[in-house]
């Protein structure tokens, strides 16, 4: 097993040159079929005084909205 660039990976199984690829696409993959392999669980890492640092559960959402942002880090 080796990580290379999924450009290249996926030139290396259209031309058969390998049998099977583990990949994260960042574009429509063409000419090959792709399926669901696991669903990757991301986490926030942040410092521990931050405001958010003894949250169970932390929302994006405020963040996303326009002028949005997080808590600031307790200083």
Known sequence: M???DPGTVQE???QHEIDI???RP???VQGLRTRPWRHDHFVIALPERHAL???D???LLPAARPGGQLPA???
Request: aromatic content about 0%; cysteine-free.
């Open 12 to 14: 290396a199984v259209t």
């Open 53 to 55: 640092a003894k949250s």
């Open 2 to 4: 080796m990580e290379v």
């Open 26 to 28: 960042s574009a429509p």
């Open 73 to 75: 880090g307790a200083r």
């Open 57 to 59: 559960l932390v929302s």
């Open 21 to 23: 690829a583990v990949i």
